[in-house]
């Protein structure tokens, strides 16, 4: 069990520390960091999760309890940390979204997929493409709309009808990359469609930088800062780390899921949160240090709490 930790959380750290050297030596500027998210979210990121989707099997996909549960875990911790972060902390919508993402959005690709590889095998991998595709159609697009809708900078929304201004939101998140890219990689799957290799070669390419520019890039981000753990951290990492995976386990017995599929939704729970959300704090310019700080502590404690979780699926 340490060596199958130590390969999941070992490159993470390294290319974080890769980031944060860049910025200590002076080869990239803090502010550098908000063009290489910028990267992630608008390509990276999401040509990578459209190969995941294009190359899962399409009957996989069409598996309804194992879809629900993961629908159940990473939405009902996204609304509740909604909830908490209006109503506790008294945080406008666009922060109270963020905050939700963090909670909400496991590190499935990078911190998820070698831990479930090594205890389950290739099977285990299912997780994450389902899990991913959940995340792709409903946790990113609300979270895009939610932003858009608590921009201050929008006043021109001000007099319209709450119905058209989500409707607006809704057809702008549905135009961003990170949205429709990933869906089109569902629909081609579900249709038997298949790409060329001259093209879906550079298309995974692009993809593959998305977890190693993101990490750096989060590097470069806590270049300059200490992370803290404060009221909010502490119930971002609580959230993430031990109420989603209790979601994820509930869910799991009430759909009566097999062994293999509870293993993977409780380990996918566990995991910590995705780098990506911290992009997305950078990109909208707002709960950038308590995201950090959350993402950062959150995933060393991830160690301990992805242990604990491999060892009572075991």
Known sequence: MPSLL????????????????????????????????????????????????????????????????LVIGLMGSYFLTLLISRYVFR??????????????????????????AVLIGPEGFLGVLIGNLVTSVFMIPLTIILIRMGDKSGGAHDDLHPA?????????AVRNPIVWIPISGVLLSLAGVQLPHLLSSPIEMVG?????????????????????????????ISIKNLIQPGLMAAAGL??????????????????????????????SDTYIESASSSILIG????????????????
């Open 164 to 172: 058209r201004l989500v409707m607006q939101n809704l057809l702008k």
């Open 91 to 116: 945080h406008d919508i666009k922060t109270s979204a963020v905050q939700s993402l963090v909670c909400a959005f496991p590190d499935m690709a990078y911190f998820g997929a070698p831990v479930l």
């Open 208 to 236: 593959k930088v998305a977890g190693g520019l993101s990490l750096f890039a989060l590097g470069l981000l806590f270049y300059g800062e200490r992370p803290t753990l404060n009221v909010q951290t502490f119930t971002n």
């Open 254 to 283: 009430a759909f009566g899921l097999s062994h293999t599929l509870m293993q993977q939704v409780i380990i996918i729970g566990a995991t910590p949160s995705a780098i990506a959300a911290g992009m997305f704090a950078l990109r």
């Open 6 to 69: 130590l390969q999941s959380l070992f490159p993470l750290v390294f290319i974080m520390l890769l980031g944060w050297l860049s910025g200590k030596l002076g080869y990239t500027r803090r502010e550098d960091a908000s063009v290489l998210a910028t990267v992630v979210i608008r390509f990276a990121l999401p040509f990578h999760l459209f190969i995941g989707a294009l190359n899962t099997n399409p009957d996989k996909i069409k598996n309804f309890s194992f879809m629900a549960v």
């Open 299 to 314: 995933t060393a404690l991830g160690v301990v709490t992805e242990g604990l979780m491999i060892y009572l699926v075991s």
